[in-house]
């Protein structure tokens, strides 16, 4: 047994009266990677060990450097392959899960600010924390994301309007479809008449030239009390803001009265 091993014995099976001690070690991830040393001990210690009256045959050599060749270029196509995966992450958004002190468990939706390599294990970094690669539920597509960074993308998605006596009917289609992201959602729901050019497709034309009428928790409202005049054309649109505050907004429906 190695100096190494042995220590490793020595610290692992400590006792102190009848309850035994187990004593953490960690290591260096390099230290768990078979090196071609280790390949070389073993290979020295078979032929010191080996039967004279019958000698191992020179062919089971080769196939165990054959199969050590093998395993290390295994060995390095993990190491890139999780590289790439991690360096693939950065600009996605991704839900991630973590146990906390308590027991319970606390999760977050944000997107990937960066990717730290310099440790033992792979982290990234969302809302400014660290999480590590096996501490990721969800990933979303880097296309997914709206403008800013928002987890939600609503830009082909149009708010529709319907007309019932004097009842206002809208439905929108859900920001997504990940339930992590959607409890964090807030939809606000605007309207404003449609007269001197005015403008009602960004957030910033919406919260300016609309009145804000409802802040539904589904992806339907239905508006009652409002004074819409016969002849004119009115226009509809929702906003939705994520976890992080980025606000979003979808295409406006257009209502004539």
Request: hydrophobic fraction near 35%; avoid cysteine; glycine fraction near 8%.
């Amino acid at each position: 047994m190695s100096d190494f091993a042995t220590q490793y014995a020595d610290r692992i099976n400590m006792n102190t009266g009848n309850k035994k001690v187990w004593d953490a070690v960690f290591t260096d991830k390099k230290e768990n990677t078979v090196q071609v040393e280790d390949f070389l001990k073993l290979m020295v210690t078979q032929l010191q060990n080996q039967d004279f009256m019958n000698p191992i045959d020179d062919t089971q050599f080769l196939s165990q450097l054959a199969q050590f060749a093998s395993m290390t270029a295994m060995e390095e196509m993990r190491s890139y392959s999780q590289t790439t995966y991690a360096t693939s992450l950065a600009g996605k958004t991704v839900t991630v899960a973590k146990n906390n002190v308590s027991g319970g468990i606390d999760k977050a939706t944000g997107v990937v600010e960066k990717v730290d390599l310099s440790g033992d294990s792979f982290e990234v970094y969302v809302g400014g924390k660290p999480y590590t690669l096996d501490q990721i539920m969800y990933v979303g597509g880097g296309d997914s994301l709206g403008a800013d960074g928002s987890q939600v993308n609503v830009k082909n998605y149009s708010v529709q309007a319907e007309l019932d006596g004097k009842t206002v009917k809208l439905n929108w289609p859900d920001a997504t479809t990940d339930e992590a992201i959607a409890e964090g959602l807030t939809y606000r729901v605007y309207y404003a008449e449609d007269k001197d050019d005015i403008k009602f497709d960004t957030v910033e034309d919406v919260r300016k030239n609309g009145q804000l009428l409802a802040m539904p928790d589904a992806s339907e409202e239905t508006l009652t009390g409002l004074h819409l005049e016969e002849g004119k054309t009115y226009f509809f649109n929702v906003t939705v803001t994520d976890a992080n505050g980025v606000e979003t907004v979808y295409k406006k429906a257009t209502l004539p009265v």
